[in-house]
């Protein structure tokens, strides 16, 4: 079973600091740190791996060959060569088999993209939802093009080109159009070029859902955010997702709850108050409903 803790990034320099043991003189404010996956694991205890973790950044790497597992959420399984993962913030993360991993890495903040994605990334790049698929098996060619992309980004980070900023957004950018390329080929994914007032709507409910679940389980508490009633957000929801309102909050701590058990050690007490439920039998309740199983057979059996 892993750690006990979870623990939490809110910067890139406190992430590399802690779990790669790195004393570099990083910028506290550091938005974008490329790198290969030989230079990050090299200080990574191959026995205990990478903890239960969750960051406030973005991470995408490519596996090229060595021994590696990754847990997302609830999900756990073994990566083969040519395997990219893309780990959205907030994301729940932990990996304790990596041994000999050649790749490419790239951590980024969100907020670094904004100049030149329009909207939210996860409105243009679907693989950043967290119900998406985030673990994509890439062909050879598929492969060589990522990599290329990853070289030109490393490769611009560490010039002094007074561009570089820019340089680097528009690298990453390119990034991400090729991996949503991978994407849509095998999901069926379909991105609106200009997403609609009702996609931006849905995609900024849920964004508060993803900061909130824990405290605010009310849908008409989120119409207040967003400044309307709340039957037009019912509306909108159910019109671009298939979905009430109200299903998205309990999916999205359905899924969290799945996780800490799946993930942690901790009691379950002490998850169903984490979680804001009143006590632990209506935490089991709600996990009995919702999949049918109780908290002790999910940890168990999943």
């Given at each position: ?8 990034f809110?910067t ?12 570099s ?12 996956l030989?230079e ?18 973005n ?12 847990r ?11 395997d ?6 907030n ?7 990596i ?38 098996s ?13 070289t ?20 990453v950018?390119?990034l ?19 997403a ?22 009310e ?20 019109s ?36 804001g ?13 919702r999949?049918?199983?109780t908290?002790?057979?999910?940890r168990?059996n999943?």
């Amino acid at each position: 079973m892993p750690d006990y803790k979870i623990l939490t990034f809110d910067t890139i320099a406190a992430f590399e600091r802690k779990i790669n043991h790195d004393n570099s003189p990083y910028d506290p404010d550091l938005m974008l740190l490329p790198g290969t996956l030989q230079e990050r694991h090299q200080k990574v205890d191959p026995k205990r791996g990478i903890p239960t973790l969750r960051r406030n950044f973005n991470l995408i790497y490519l596996l090229l060959g060595g021994l590696h597992d990754v847990r997302l959420d609830d999900k756990h399984r073994w990566l083969m060569p040519h395997d990219l993962v893309i780990v959205p913030e907030n994301m729940l993360y932990s990996s304790y088999n990596i041994r000999g991993c050649n790749g490419y890495c790239l951590e980024f903040k969100s907020e670094f993209m904004q100049p030149v994605v329009k909207g939210t990334l996860t409105e243009q790049f679907p693989f950043f939802d967290l119900q998406a698929e985030h673990v994509v098996s890439l062909t050879k060619r598929e492969s060589e093009l990522i990599q290329k992309a990853f070289t030109n980004i490393i490769e611009v980070n560490e010039g002094k080109s007074r561009e570089k900023n820019q340089l680097l957004r528009d690298y990453v950018h390119i990034l991400l159009l090729l991996i949503r390329d991978c994407y849509k080929a095998r999901y069926n994914v379909y991105i609106k070029d200009k997403a609609t007032r009702a996609v931006k709507l849905t995609s900024e409910y849920k964004r508060l859902v993803e900061e909130k679940f824990k405290e605010v389980r009310e849908v008409q508490q989120y119409a207040s955010m967003l400044n309307i009633t709340p039957k037009h957000l019912a509306d909108v929801v159910k019109s671009t997702t298939g979905k009430p309102p109200h299903d998205i909050i309990k999916n999205r701590l359905l899924l969290e709850a799945k996780a800490l058990l799946t993930s942690t050690d901790l009691a379950l007490a002490e998850i169903a108050y984490t979680l804001g439920f009143d006590d632990q039998s209506h935490f089991s309740h709600f996990i009995k409903r919702r999949t049918g199983y109780t908290p002790l057979e999910l940890r168990r059996n999943f």
